[in-house]
C-alpha cells in the first residue's frame, strides 16, 4: 500500500463540475489500496478575485486580513471537494493549515514553513478516510495568527506535507500533462520532459516556470521526495522531478544526459539603470545594500565600461516589477549621499532563460543561443549565466518569438501534439 500525497491546482477544481471530477479520481486512487492525502487549492481564480475585493476596499490592505481573506479560498474547495468524495461512498475529511499543523513563521503574504506536524493528518488516513487539506497556509507558532504561503503555495503545502508523512510520491495536477520544454501557451510544439534533475526544476522554477513554485522545488530537494507533475483531465504519465536515474532499457547503457532541458520565460521582471555613478570603489556596495535595505531582491547585473573623461557610469539590474517602486524611493532618497545623476525605469523587458545541467560539458550553448536570436532579428539587453543556465533580456514584445526561435534552434519541437492546455484561464 502506499502513501499518495495529491495536489489540485485552481483550474483543476474550477467548478462543481471539476471537483466532481476530481473527486473520482481520489476516489479511484483510495479504492486501488492507497492511503491518499490531497491538496487542495481555491478554485479558478478565486485568490485573485479576492485581492481584487480587497482593493476595492483599500490601496493597501493590512496584510495579516488579507491572509484571513485569501485563505478562505481554500476552505471552499477543500469543504466541497470532501463532500464530493463522500457522495461518492469514500470517507473524506477536510482539513485547514492550521488543523493540519502547518506552521510559518510570521512574514504574512509570504511565510516559509518552518514544521509540519500532521498527527491529525495521520490519525484521518490511519481511520480510513481520505485527507483533504486546505493548501497555500499555515499558522505562526507563537501568536497563532493565520499566515499564506505566498501565490503559488499549495505545491509547496503538498510537498512538505509528503516529506512529513513519508509520502512514496507527491503528485501534482495540472492543466498541463506535465513540465515541457517551454510554456505550451507559447510554444505549442513544446515537448513533454519525462524526467528532469531538482537542480534543473530549481532553475526552471526560478528562471519563470509557473508549472511549479519555486518553494516548492527546494523542499522536494531538501527532503528528496519525488514529484510527478501531471494533468488532472488526462490519465497520461506527466514529468517525474527526481535525482533518481531513468532505468535504461534492457541491455543498454544509460541514455546521455540531454544537454538542454528546456527554455523558461518571465515577464515580470523590471530594470533599474542607475545613471552617472562615479567610478569609485564602493558605490556598487552602497547602491545593492540600499536596494537590499528595502527588502528587494535584485535577479541579474550589468555595469557599463566607465566612460574614461568623464569618471562616471551606468549600473543596471533587474528585480520583481511589484518591487520597482520600493527601489525607486529608496534609491531616490540616497541620490545626494551615492553621487548618481538620475534614475531610469524600465519594464517592459522580458527575459528568456535555457536550462540544462548538459550544458556544464558542452562548449558552444551561448554562441548557439546568441546566434538563434539574431536570426529571429532580437537585441538582447542583459546576459548572466550559471553553470546550468544562461538568462538574456529582451524587449518584452520580443520575448514570445524569442522563445520560438532557440526552442527550434536547439531541436526541441516535438513532431507529436503533447503541448495540450487543458484548462486555466493563464491568470
Ligand atoms: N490559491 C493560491 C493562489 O492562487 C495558492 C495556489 O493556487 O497554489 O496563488
Ligand atoms: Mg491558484
Known amino acids: 500500500m502506499a502513501l499518495i500525497v495529491q495536489k489540485y491546482g485552481g483550474s483543476s477544481v474550477a467548478d462543481a463540475t471539476s ?3 476530481v473527486a473520482k479520481r481520489i476516489a479511484e486512487t483510495k479504492r486501488a489500496g492507497n492511503d491518499v492525502v490531497v491538496v ?3 478554485m479558478g481564480d478565486t485568490t485573485d478575485e479576492l485581492i481584487d475585493l480587497a482593493h476595492q476596499i483599500t490601496p493597501i490592505p493590512p496584510s495579516r486580513e488579507m491572509d484571513i481573506l485569501l485563505t478562505a ?4 474547495s477543500m469543504s466541497l471537494l470532501a463532500m464530493a468524495i463522500a457522495n461518492l461512498g469514500v470517507d473524506a475529511q477536510s482539513f485547514t493549515g492550521q488543523q493540519a499543523g502547518v506552521i510559518t513563521d510570521e512574514t504574512h503574504g509570504k511565510a516559509r514553513i518552518i514544521d509540519v506536524s500532521p498527527s491529525r493528518i495521520r490519525a484521518a488516513i490511519d481511520s480510513g478516510a481520505v485527507a483533504i487539506v486546505a493548501g497555500f ?3 505562526t507558532q507563537h501568536t497563532n495568527d493565520v499566515t499564506t504561503l505566498g501565490r503559488g503555495g499549495s505545491d509547496t503545502t503538498a510537498v512538505a506535507l509528503a516529506a512529513a508523512l513519508k509520502a512514496d510520491v507527491c503528485e501534482i495536477y495540472t492543466d498541463v500533462d506535465g513540465v515541457f520544454t517551454a510554456d505550451p501557451r507559447i510554444v505549442p510544439t513544446a515537448r513533454k520532459i519525462d524526467r528532469i534533475s531538482y537542480d534543473e526544476m530549481l532553475e526552471m522554477a526560478a528562471s519563470g516556470a509557473k508549472v511549479l513554485v519555486l518553494r516548492c522545488v527546494e523542499y522536494a530537494r531538501r527532503y528528496d521526495v519525488p514529484v510527478h507533475v501531471r494533468s488532472s483531465f488526462s490519465g497520461h504519465t506527466g514529468t517525474l522531478v527526481t535525482d533518481v536515474p531513468a532505468p535504461g532499457p534492457e541491455g543498454e547503457g544509460h541514455m546521455e544526459e540531454a544537454i538542454i532541458a528546456g527554455v523558461a520565460h518571465d515577464r515580470s521582471e523590471a530594470k533599474i539603470t542607475v545613471v552617472g555613478v562615479p567610478d569609485v570603489p564602493g558605490k556598487a556596495a552602497r547602491i545593492f545594500e540600499v536596494v537590499a535595505g528595502s527588502g528587494v531582491s535584485i535577479d541579474m547585473i550589468v555595469q557599463n565600461v ?4 568623464t569618471g562616471l557610469t551606468d549600473i543596471s539590474f533587474t528585480l520583481p516589477q511589484d518591487d520597482g517602486a520600493g527601489a525607486l524611493t529608496a534609491l531616490t532618497e540616497r541620490q545626494a549621499e551615492i553621487g548618481f545623476a ?3 525605469y524600465d519594464d517592459a523587458i522580458g527575459k528568456l532563460s535555457l536550462i540544462g545541467a548538459g550544458m556544464k560539458s558542452h562548449p558552444g550553448v551561448s554562441a548557439q543561443l546568441f546566434k538563434a536570436l539574431a536570426g529571429a532579428g532580437i537585441n ?4 548572466t549565466t550559471s553553470d546550468i543556465r544562461i538568462s538574456v533580456v529582451t524587449r518584452a514584445e520580443n520575448l514570445d518569438d524569442a522563445v520560438r526561435a532557440v526552442h527550434t534552434a536547439f531541436e526541441l519541437d516535438s513532431s507529436e501534439d503533447q503541448a495540450v492546455v487543458y484548462g486555466g484561464t493563464g491568470r
Do not use: D, F, P
Open 19 to 21: 471537483v466532481k471530477r
Open 40 to 42: 487542495v487549492s481555491a
Open 73 to 76: 479560498g481554500e476552505r471552499i
Open 137 to 139: 497556509q499555515g499558522v
Open 306 to 309: 566607465s566612460v574614461a573623461k
Open 342 to 344: 538620475s534614475l531610469q
Open 380 to 383: 538582447i539587453e542583459m546576459i
